[in-house]
């Protein structure tokens, strides 16, 4: 059995905060309790990325959170074109970090691309499915 929700943000700022919010809502509705910091800071990462180089002005991006079993998949999609790469950069440069910590903290990581913008996918192992999840099986 799995289960999923997904919301839809405009390409503002205040929206990676938002963002945020709705993961950590999510999760703590969903009784998953361990990965939660992990995600949190992908959603951050990701959807700084999708508001400054993914989501085209006037346009939404969208995160997805799903649970299959013991993984926990956080999805965030928007409108631009490119293929994001991760990247290792110098001490000091002040950016390129964001889909590097998302590889790295994610036990298997991702792009899928579509007819217009791409998702990019973290996915993490959780001890264990949601209790109500597990009653439903």
Same mark, same amino acid.
Do not use: I, K, N, T
């Given at each position: 059995m %799995? *289960? %999923? +929700? $997904? /919301?839809c943000f405009s390409s503002g700022r205040d929206s990676v905060r938002s963002a945020r919010d709705f993961v950590r809502d999510v999760l703590a509705e969903w009784d998953v309790p361990d990965r939660r910091e992990d995600v949190r800071l992908c959603v951050s990462e990701l959807a700084t990325n999708a508001v400054l180089h993914g989501a085209q002005p006037g346009r939404e991006f969208s995160v997805r959170l799903s649970v299959e079993g013991l993984l926990l998949r956080l999805e965030v999609r928007d409108s631009g074109g490119g293929r994001p790469e991760v /990247? %290792?950069? #110098?001490? #000091? $440069?002040? %950016? @390129? +970090? @964001? *889909?590097r910590l998302a590889w790295e903290l994610a036990d298997d990581f991702g792009v899928t691309e579509h007819a217009v913008g791409k998702t990019v996918w973290p996915a993490f192992k959780i001890a264990s499915a949601p209790a109500w999840l597990r009653s439903r099986a």
């Open positions: %799995s *289960l %999923s +929700r $997904q /919301r /990247r %290792s950069p #110098d001490a #000091d $440069q002040c %950016s @390129g +970090r @964001g *889909l």
